[in-house]
Nanobody, 120 residues
């Protein structure tokens, strides 16, 4: 089994910064991709940023130049540095991981979600 633990959400004023973390643990053989999604009230969950092993890093247009996704392979952890936060960034942020287990099965899993609230 593989577990994800998210941290780092909170309340911040517009223009401020937050950093989210998501650590994967358990029977991990490899992590193929990691990313962050968000869901605001009344809206669909949307991709914020994604990093693929040996592949491209992808950002939503709305966060380009403000958010940075990074990964620490040794810790199986993905980070989302969020700068110049705007009111419209308010949402629940979910970590997403595509993992291959030690049993060589591959599946995607979600973190529990962390609330980010940007105030004026």
């Amino acid at each position: 089994q593989v577990q994800l633990v998210e941290s780092g959400g909170g309340l911040v004023q517009a223009g401020g910064s937050l950093r989210l973390s998501c650590a994967a643990s358990g029977s991990i053989f490899s992590i193929n991709a990691m990313g962050w999604y968000r869901q605001a009230p009344g809206k669909q969950r949307e991709l914020v940023a994604q990093i693929v092993s040996g592949g491209p890093t992808t950002y939503a247009d709305s966060v380009k130049g403000r958010f940075t996704i990074t990964r620490d392979n040794a810790k199986n952890t993905v980070y989302l540095q969020m700068n110049s936060l705007k009111l419209e960034d308010t949402a629940v942020y979910y970590c997403w991981v595509l993992v291959t287990t030690t049993a060589r099965s591959q599946y995607a899993l979600w973190g529990q979600g962390t609330q980010v609230t940007v105030s004026s």
